[in-house]
């Protein structure tokens, strides 16, 4: 009788990619809002009359040594599968310098957005978990989630309701049940990114005509073809498979959903939505005499405001 020996999914991922030279997606870990304000290191503030949560990550490293330990133990059972990993601590102070350069500039960006847009990982992932002490025992309840970093859309999860346990080493904890999960978790995150390849990566785009400007997006003229169509036109030639999606336009705005992009560029970097909009500006500019801003700040949302 032969025997039928099962080789796991990780294995065969790591093979194949061997083979093809294909890589893995990246993967950056951010604590959750909720863990976040369990560790007193969410601030709110006000963003142009709207109040937002603003997260002090470097807080939360320095206060929470169970945070920044999950954090690396989780980073290595990610690293032991060729999964490369981006440090969220290592990216903070940068981060940090920009937005406050940027604030002076009347822009006001998350620390997050700069974040994500500088290291460009393919996969933003958030940990959050809750440890109950008790008398017999302790209970560790935790959320792993991946989610696309440019799209926001939801990848995949790991989670427990709560382990029961004596042990109190929350970060080894939380990294072994990521590690038992891991085939799954990896499945989900691997057919949603062999998708991506076919179809490109989605980012947003809004355009807007500053209020000073006699531009009309749905009836002003270049060249005797409206400015809506052009542009549609100029993007729709530079998506990926020519895909975009265009929600609705106006005299003064123009909203697309969606618009394929490549993942990556020749040098193997993810490509954000600023990087993509650089030939899409250049165009409008030589071919309609357009003032044009680029105020993109998130990795995945681009903004142009017409003057």
């Given at each position: 009788m032969k025997k039928i020996y099962l080789i796991p999914f990780i294995f065969l991922m790591q093979f194949a990619n061997a083979q093809t030279g294909a890589q893995n997606p990246s993967i950056m870990i951010f604590p959750s809002k909720n863990l976040l304000k369990s560790l007193d290191c969410l601030k709110t503030i006000k963003n142009q009359d709207t109040e937002e949560d603003e997260p002090l990550y470097k807080k939360a490293f320095t206060?929470?040594?169970?945070?920044?330990?999950?954090?690396?133990?989780?980073n290595k059972k990610f690293l032991a599968v060729d999964y490369p990993t981006k440090s969220l601590e290592d990216a903070i102070a940068t981060a940090q310098e920009e937005r406050v350069s940027m604030?002076?500039?009347?822009?006001?960006?998350?620390?997050?957005d700069i974040i994500l847009a500088n290291v460009k990982p393919d996969i933003k992932c958030e940990l959050s978990w809750e440890f109950k002490k008790g008398g017999l025992g302790s209970q560790l309840s935790f959320v792993f989630k991946a989610v696309d970093a440019y799209s926001g859309d939801n990848i995949a999860s790991i989670g427990s309701p709560g382990i029961q346990t004596t042990n109190t080493n929350i970060a080894q904890m939380i990294a072994d049940q990521v590690e038992r999960n891991m085939e799954g978790f990896l499945q989900d995150i691997n057919r949603y990114f062999e998708r991506m390849k076919e179809n490109g990566r989605k980012i947003k785009l809004t355009i807007l005509v500053d209020n000073k400007s006699d531009i009309d997006l749905e009836f002003g003229e270049c060249n005797t073809e409206f400015y809506m169509d052009?542009?549609?036109?100029?993007?729709?030639?530079?998506?990926?498979?020519?895909?975009?999606?265009?929600?609705?336009?106006?005299?003064?705005?123009?909203?697309f959903e969606e618009i394929a992009i490549p993942i990556y560029g020749t040098d193997g970097i993810g490509i954000s939505a600023r990087d993509w909009l650089k030939p899409l500006i250049s165009s409008l500019k030589k071919s309609c005499k357009l003032k044009i801003s680029d105020k993109t700040v998130g990795i995945g949302d681009g903004k142009l405001t017409i003057y």
């Open positions: 206060e929470s040594t169970d945070l920044l330990l999950a954090i690396q133990a989780i604030i002076a500039q009347g822009i006001t960006p998350s620390l997050e052009i542009i549609e036109k100029e993007i729709k030639k530079n998506a990926y498979n020519h895909y975009s999606k265009l929600k609705n336009v106006t005299g003064k705005k123009m909203v």
